[in-house]
C-alpha cells in the first residue's frame, strides 16, 4: 500500500491524535518542554513529514484489519472522533460505494490531554484538514460528509456501521452519545469503540463481541463490536 498524502499541517494534527507516532526525540521534548509547547510548535515544526505519513498509513492498514469483517459490503458509515480520517480513507478506497459521515471537533486544544475528558472538553482536529486529507488523497466530496459535534446538527438516519476509534468511551463518557445512537442504529447496525469497562456494556446492548486488546498501554482498553439496544 503506498502511504497516505500527507502535508506537514495534517502530519501534526496525525502526530497530536495518535501519540505513538512520536519517536523518543519527540517524547524527550514533550517531556522536557511540556504539552503546551510541544502541541501549539514541536509537534508541527520538529517533525518528519515523510516518516509520519508512512507510520500513520500503517497503523491505520492495521486498524482496517481488526474491522475488517463487520465492515464487507457495507454502504452507510459514521465516524464519531475520526481524527484525520485515516482508517475511514481505506475503507472509502477499498469499498467503492462506501460513503461516510463524519462527526468530530473543530479545535486543538491549547494542551491535550490524552486521559479521560469528563467535560468532553478536548478536541484534537481542524475540519477544514480533514476534507483537505480526503480531497489530497482522491476522495471526491460526494462520498462524504462532516458534522461539527458543537453545532449540533448531527445526521439521522440508519447507518450500517458506527465507527468511534479511540474516542467514544475512550477519552469520554458514552453517555455523551448514548442518545443520539439510539436514534442511528437498527437492530442491523453494528457500533465499534474502546473502552475500559467492556463488560458495562453488556447490560446496555444485546450483542456485545471483543475484537481487540490493547493490553501494553496504559489505558488497557478493549475495542468492542456492539448491535442492539437493550
Ligand atoms: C485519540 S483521537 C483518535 C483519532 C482517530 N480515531 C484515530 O484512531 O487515530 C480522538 C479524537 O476524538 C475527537 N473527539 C473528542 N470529542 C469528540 C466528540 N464529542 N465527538 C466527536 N469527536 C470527538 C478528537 O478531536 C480526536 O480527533
Same mark, same amino acid.
Given at each position: 500500500?503506498?502511504p497516505?498524502?500527507?502535508?506537514r499541517?495534517?502530519a501534526?494534527?496525525?502526530?497530536?491524535?495518535?501519540?505513538?507516532?512520536?519517536?523518543?526525540?519527540?517524547?524527550?521534548?514533550?517531556?522536557?518542554?511540556?504539552?503546551y509547547?510541544?502541541?501549539?510548535?514541536?509537534?508541527?515544526?520538529?517533525?518528519?513529514v515523510?516518516?509520519?505519513?508512512?507510520?500513520?498509513?500503517?497503523?491505520?492498514?492495521?486498524?482496517?484489519?481488526?474491522?475488517?469483517?463487520?465492515?464487507?459490503?457495507k /454502504? $452507510?458509515? *459514521?465516524? !464519531?472522533g475520526?481524527?484525520?480520517?485515516? %482508517?475511514e480513507l481505506?475503507? +472509502?478506497? =477499498?469499498?467503492? @460505494?462506501?460513503?461516510?459521515?463524519?462527526?468530530?471537533?473543530?479545535?486543538?486544544?491549547?494542551?491535550?490531554?490524552?486521559?479521560?475528558?469528563?467535560l468532553?472538553?478536548?478536541?484534537?482536529?481542524?475540519?477544514n484538514?480533514?476534507?483537505?486529507?480526503l480531497?489530497?488523497?482522491?476522495i471526491?466530496?460526494?462520498r462524504?460528509?462532516i458534522?461539527?459535534?458543537? /453545532? $449540533?446538527? *448531527?445526521? !439521522?438516519?440508519?447507518?450500517?456501521?458506527? %465507527?468511534?476509534?479511540?474516542? +467514544?468511551? =475512550?477519552?469520554? @463518557?458514552?453517555?455523551i452519545?448514548?442518545?443520539?445512537?439510539?436514534?442511528?442504529?437498527?437492530?442491523?447496525?453494528?457500533?465499534?469503540?474502546?473502552?475500559?469497562r467492556?463488560?458495562?456494556?453488556?447490560?446496555?446492548?444485546?450483542?456485545?463481541?471483543?475484537?481487540?486488546?490493547?493490553?501494553?498501554t496504559?489505558h488497557?482498553?478493549?475495542r468492542i463490536?456492539?448491535?442492539?439496544?437493550?
Open positions: 500500500m503506498k497516505f498524502i500527507l502535508n499541517n495534517l501534526q494534527l496525525a502526530l497530536l491524535q495518535r501519540i505513538e507516532l512520536a519517536d523518543y526525540k519527540l517524547k524527550k521534548i514533550r517531556k522536557t518542554f511540556g504539552r509547547l510541544f502541541s501549539k510548535f514541536f509537534s508541527k515544526y520538529f517533525i518528519d515523510k516518516r509520519i505519513s508512512e507510520n500513520y498509513s500503517k497503523i491505520m492498514k492495521e486498524e482496517l484489519d481488526t474491522i475488517k469483517k463487520f465492515t464487507l459490503g /454502504k $452507510k458509515f *459514521l465516524s !464519531i475520526a481524527g484525520i480520517g485515516g %482508517l481505506l475503507i +472509502l478506497k =477499498y469499498t467503492t @460505494d462506501a460513503h461516510v459521515s463524519f462527526i468530530e471537533k473543530n479545535y486543538v486544544s491549547n494542551k491535550i490531554k490524552y486521559g479521560w475528558d469528563n468532553n472538553k478536548e478536541g484534537y482536529n481542524d475540519l484538514q480533514l476534507e483537505n486529507f480531497k489530497n488523497n482522491e471526491s466530496k460526494q462524504y460528509q458534522f461539527d459535534f458543537d /453545532k $449540533k446538527n *448531527l445526521p !439521522i438516519s440508519y447507518f450500517d456501521i458506527i %465507527l468511534s476509534i479511540y474516542s +467514544l468511551d =475512550y477519552h469520554y @463518557d458514552f453517555e452519545y448514548s442518545n443520539y445512537l439510539k436514534k442511528v442504529m437498527s437492530k442491523d447496525t453494528v457500533l465499534i469503540f474502546d473502552t475500559i467492556p463488560k458495562y456494556f453488556e447490560n446496555i446492548f444485546r450483542y456485545v463481541e471483543i475484537i481487540k486488546e490493547d493490553l501494553n496504559v488497557k482498553s478493549k463490536a456492539c448491535g442492539t439496544f437493550k
